[in-house]
């Protein structure tokens, strides 16, 4: 989880960095089904929010699933 984090982390502050919602989907599911954490999957969903992507239907499906 940690070196997935810091990944991440090194991505977003990438000059060449665009958002989409595929790694964010990846890091929900991650929290959703592996680590079955509400509070951190619900947190990678406000960010979403926060950075403005759209959600896919993906998102929506694991959100409902937990």
């Known amino acids: ?3 997935a984090l810091k990944l991440f982390e ?3 502050s990438s000059p060449q960095y665009t958002p989409k ?3 964010f989907n990846t890091l929900l599911q991650y929290y959703v089904h592996t ?3 509400r509070e951190k999957a619900l947190a990678v969903y406000n ?3 926060t ?3 759209n959600p896919s239907e993906h998102t ?3 959100l409902i699933g937990y």
């Open 10 to 12: 090194e991505m977003e």
């Open 35 to 37: 680590k079955q954490d």
């Open 1 to 3: 989880e940690a070196t």
């Open 51 to 53: 950075i403005g992507l």
């Open 21 to 23: 919602i595929a790694p």
């Open 47 to 49: 960010k979403i929010q």
């Open 60 to 62: 929506y499906k694991l």
